[in-house]
């Protein structure tokens, strides 16, 4: 990958060139044909999804209209620390190039580099906050 994904992605925006390194190390790269399904609703969800090149829709059973994920943008962030059920089906709008940050990769982070770990999880919290926040904000 040639720019860092700390430039690209906030939950690693805030780890030195060492950590980004390691994390690095630690993706597994896909490359997706339009209409390809990454994920279905009410799969495991095992990791954190990074959209590099293309676009993904989002879709639900629960949900009329989800915004398409754009590249720079990610979704599954919780998964790295909470066992559940992927929320939203995946589909590459057309041909798509994602990374894919495993739960067994974070673990294993957190083990090497607990800092980092941290860090990312800190990232994913204020995030989080900031939506639950906004959503407060919409019903009061």
Known sequence: ???????????????????????????????????????????????????????????????DELAPLSPGQHVGDTSLASLGRREVTLVASEPSRVLLFSRSAFLRLSEDAPRAATRILEAILRDLASTVRGGLDQLL
């Open 1 to 63: 990958m040639s720019t860092p994904i700390t430039k690209i992605f906030a939950p690693f925006s805030d780890l030195t060139e060492e950590e980004t390194e390691l994390v690095t190390s630690l993706l597994e790269e896909r490359t997706l044909v339009a209409g390809e399904v990454l994920q279905n609703e009410g799969d495991e969800a095992d990791g954190l999804v990074l959209l590099v090149e293309g676009g993904l829709t989002l879709s639900s059973s629960r949900a």
